[in-house]
């Protein structure tokens, strides 16, 4: 009786094991047979014949940004492009397509991209495939869910913004006791962010100032006490402006500016003004803006007699100019401001700014501040009409997150 027990558990649990070894054979087979899940819904094929599968980035004047999990990000020129194939939906914005406002939007084609012998097809979902493009005519391909953004929404107060913050200082411990602080703030944003679209509005604002003082201690000169001496620098300024464009380069505008510099006797000068400007020169690294406002101007001095703080309606007649090159950015602007009640209260600006990057965000930046104030009213010491600046430090570029 034992051993018939034991012979039938014996048949059971070579059973159990067999069919443990045909299920286990038969998922593995059938795990084989089934196609391997695609590793990236787009296929990068590259004139070599390599093939990737990852995701399309974007492909920005002649350069492609893929995605691939193995190897990263990676940037290739399109000459290095033998085909491309596409799951996910792009925009194909043509060279001849002028972006200047949200209706325009519907003459960009949207769909899944194909490209092959140097043209790219545009497959729309609910409507036939497009002419192909010469990729030479395609400078901008980019996410369907980016151009939506870019065009039928704007960035919030503090997203978008691009620009540089520098600071430097000086201190001396001698006889005579010296420091100084300058330091600067830039900010600039233009909506859209993204190059390849027409602006529709642009706002800056800029802050530049520098603080100094010399102390020469107190002394006795035989039976003479000579008095301490201190001499300050101050000199400040801020200003913010919002420009709406009417075309692609032409806008209207709307500043306010405060200046004070403790150098010329000015306490306070106040700036509101509105009206035109035009970018007569826009390029990949260069931008150059002429503008011109009518605006109420007020100036109030530090020691100056009774009646000799003004109220002026003038004009600021301004250039800025913008050069970004590989080693370093320089900025440069030119302001004159008329008065038209009082033709003697002129003045005029000039600032220049050259920033060489270092590492990452850091960077190394020179400048001068030249300003010049026609008939500063009569004080002691007397007071020039120019004043110069020079500053050097370190500078940290800002750049846009939208």
């Known amino acids: 009786m034992i051993r018939v027990f034991f012979y039938f558990f014996s048949l059971a649990v070579r059973l159990c094991i067999l069919s443990m070894f045909f299920t286990g054979l038969t998922i593995l087979c059938g795990a084989q047979g089934k196609p391997a899940e695609d590793a990236g819904g787009d296929v990068l094929v590259l004139s070599n014949g390599d093939t990737l599968h990852g995701k399309l980035v974007s492909a920005i004047d002649g350069k492609v940004s893929f995605h ?28 001849s397509v002028k972006l200047n406002g949200k209706h325009e939007a519907k003459q960009v084609p949207v769909g899944t991209l194909a490209m092959a012998d140097g043209a790219v097809t545009v497959r729309p979902e609910a409507a036939p495939a497009a002419s192909p ?8 391909i980019v996410n369907e869910l980016t151009l939506n953004k870019q065009i039928f929404h704007e960035p919030g107060f503090f997203a978008g913004w691009d620009g540089a913050a520098t600071a430097g200082a000086t201190l ?100 509101y003004g509105g009206g035109l400007g035009y970018t007569f020169l826009k390029s990949e690294n260069q931008e ?26 003038g004009s600021t007649f301004s250039l800025s100019y913008l050069l970004q090159a590989k080693l370093l950015t320089y900025t440069q602007n030119l302001g004159y401001i008329p008065a038209y009640n009082n033709p003697h209260a002129y003045s005029a600006t000039e600032t220049n700014v050259i920033t060489f990057p270092a590492y990452k965000n850091l960077g190394f930046s020179v400048g001068t501040i030249d300003s010049y104030l026609n008939g500063p009213p009569v004080s002691l010491p007397p007071t020039k009409r120019n004043s110069f600046q020079f500053t050097m430090g370190f500078s940290y570029a800002i750049k846009s997150r939208y």
Request: no cysteine; aromatic share 10%.
């Open 133 to 140: 493009i010469p990729v030479k005519d395609a400078p901008y």
């Open 68 to 95: 691939s999990d193995p190897l990263g990000d990676l940037t290739v020129p399109w000459e290095k492009v033998k085909e491309l194939h596409t799951a996910q939906k792009f925009a194909l914005v043509d060279k």
């Open 172 to 271: 001396v411990k001698a006889t005579q006791n010296q420091y100084t602080f300058a330091g600067g703030l830039g900010l600039v944003r233009v909506v859209p962010t993204a190059p390849w679209l027409n602006p529709r509005n642009r706002t800056s604002a800029n802050f530049a100032g520098s603080y100094g003082k010399i102390t020469e201690p107190a002394y006795r000169a035989g039976d003479v006490l000579v008095p301490a001496v201190v001499t300050k620098t101050a000199i400040y300024h801020l200003d913010g402006e919002r420009d709406q464009y009417l075309s692609p380069r032409f806008f209207a505008l709307a500043q306010t500016a405060f200046d004070h510099n403790f150098a010329q006797n000015l306490q306070l000068q106040q700036i």
């Open 288 to 313: 150059a803006d002429l503008k011109g406002t009518v605006q109420y101007e007020k100036q109030k001095f530090i020691s100056a007699a009774p009646g000799t703080n003004q109220n002026l309606i």
